[in-house]
């Protein structure tokens, strides 16, 4: 008897984790973007980003320039 009710129990647990995954999976789907993001090609993504780092690098720098007289 025990071990039937054992058996149910981690059946039970194993059907919830599942169902469970399957919800968070459908979430996890990508969305197609819409609006500007849409319209920025994806090889120009890497060139922005590397432009912004430079910037804030520069920004870094002139703080600390100015911490540092």
Request: no cysteine; proline share 6%.
């Amino acid at each position: 008897m025990r071990a039937a009710f054992g058996f149910l129990v981690i059946v039970l647990v194993m059907a919830t984790v599942l169902m469970l995954a399957k919800q968070q999976a459908k979430v996890a789907v990508p969305v197609q973007a819409t609006g500007e993001a849409a319209s920025v090609p994806v090889q120009a993504l890497p060139q922005a980003v590397g432009k912004q780092v430079e910037g804030l690098l520069q920004q870094g720098a002139e703080r600390a320039s100015e911490a540092n007289p």
